[in-house]
């Protein structure tokens, strides 16, 4: 069971629903390196409007162009942990915002390992 309280960091990559790495979405390769580094969890969201270094706006509208839409990939783990994880972050975000934060855990229990 994974459990997690207290002081700990949270990283936030800010990037477009197109980016790409190798061909498949870069949030899906953000998260599967960090569930392969061990991080408590990673979870990402999708925005439905937004604009960045560029000040495209970009929305989901129908009558706009709804492509590459603001998606934000959150992980939270200890302070260790995450600055460990940062270089891969570098080598992945060619294109956007990443973040980090302090922030305290109240509560992160995992589901137990038998079920």
Do not use: N
């Not at 408590?40 to 709804?66: C, K, N, P, Y």
């Not at 603001?70 to 460990?84: G, L, S």
């Amino acid at each position: 069971m994974t459990r997690l309280t207290g002081t700990a960091q949270r990283v936030t990559i800010f990037i477009g629903e197109s980016d790409l790495w190798h061909h498949k979405p870069l949030s899906t390769e953000i998260v599967h390196r960090a569930h392969r580094a061990g991080l408590a969890g990673a979870s990402v969201f999708r925005g439905i409007e937004g604009f960045g270094a560029s000040s495209l706006i970009h929305t989901h509208r129908l009558l706009s162009l709804g492509e590459d839409l603001p998606v934000a990939v959150v992980i939270v783990d200890a302070e260790d942990k995450i600055r460990a994880f940062l270089p891969q972050l570098d080598e992945l975000v060619a294109e956007g915002l990443v973040t980090l934060d302090d922030c305290e855990v109240i509560r992160y229990v995992g589901r137990e390992e038998d079920r």
